[in-house]
């Protein structure tokens, strides 16, 4: 019952983070697209394309989350994004390069990366790091162990 | 996982196409279109011609960085104002800025905005020949060029 308790809450907490993430970004393309590019990590082919389509990939595996739905493919995502942002902003940091963090605003010099914003993704690491292991290596599937119905039966 | 992805890009791509500030699907990040001026002219001056100007001495090197980088190490004859206090620094300086020379700002790093922002507030406060050396001091030191430091 804790287990399942624990489950629900960081599913919830990470789909929050996600929604969080996304508005901002959603509201302003525009400077998404040039955080994305300060951050040199991708050609610039692929600046604008990323800063147009990643933030919605933020709003459907928050929504996904949140609303219980497709819960392996979601949490699998997750890992892989904060995965990615987390290499990308130490990287930087390792390279000296000072970019703003664009993580949950895209307002330039809002937030400049540094060893805060990396210890803050790596508690949402973490978090998506437990519902990795509870959704997808714990055992059952993870749609019957999480479908909120049959969590109260157990 | 696919799905989401699948259904997200598909909510973004439509998204951003009927949105009023929909941005292009490539965009052109070259520095000529990233570092223009109110009426959309690249404000870019290459290393060639900052250092020929420097020659000549029609230049004037403007600073965008903080005090503390800029007594770290300078452009040889580089004034400071720092971006951060453009208002204070502005008033101080602004005697020195008028003259025929062209006016360059810059900062440091391939992405450092700051001398972009001061080139844009000094064509704003009236002063006509201001361009933009990108990455301006990692490149002056890389030609090997005059500094100074301390200031």
């Known amino acids: ?154 | 996982m696919p799905a989401i992805i699948a259904v997200a890009c598909l909510i973004g791509l439509a998204v951003n196409q009927f949105r009023p500030d929909g941005i292009a699907l490539v965009g052109d990040w070259s520095q000529d279109a990233r570092f223009l001026d109110a009426a959309g002219d690249s404000l870019v001056v290459s290393i060639e011609t900052a250092e020929q100007l420097f020659r000549q001495e029609r230049a004037l090197f403007v600073d965008a960085r903080s005090q503390r980088e800029y007594a770290a190490g300078h452009i040889r004859g580089a004034l400071s104002i720092p971006w951060q206090e453009v208002d204070r620094y502005f008033i101080e300086m602004v005697d020195r800025l008028e003259g025929p020379h062209t006016i360059i700002t810059y900062c440091d790093g391939e992405t450092c905005d700051l001398s972009h922002d001061l080139a844009l507030f000094l064509k704003e406060m009236g002063f006509e020949n201001v361009r933009v050396l990108v990455n301006g001091w990692t490149v002056w030191k890389q030609g090997g060029l005059p500094t100074d430091e301390g200031g």
Not at chain 1, 22 to 31: S, T
Not at chain 1, 32 to 51: G, H, K
Not at chain 1, 68 to 85: D, E, H, K, T
């Open chain 1, 1 to 154: 019952m804790r287990g399942q308790f624990l489950y629900h809450a960081a599913r919830i907490v990470l789909g929050l983070i996600f929604l969080f993430a996304c508005y901002d970004k959603i509201l302003h393309p525009g400077e998404f697209a040039e955080v994305v590019y300060n951050y040199q990590l991708l050609p610039d082919s692929l600046v604008n394309v990323t800063a147009i389509l990643l933030p919605w990939v933020e709003l459907a595996l928050g929504l996904s989350l949140i609303f219980n739905v497709w819960i392996p493919g979601a949490v699998l995502l997750g890992n892989l994004l904060l995965v990615a942002f987390f290499s990308a902003l130490l990287f930087n940091l390792a390279r000296g390069l000072d970019v703003s963090c664009g993580c949950f605003s895209t307002a330039p010099g809002e937030e400049a990366i540094d060893h805060f914003t990396v210890l803050r993704d790596m508690s949402f690491l973490l978090v998506s790091g437990y519902l990795f292991y509870a959704a997808l290596l714990s055992g059952s599937p993870a749609a019957e162990k999480a479908a909120w119905p049959r969590a109260e039966t157990e």
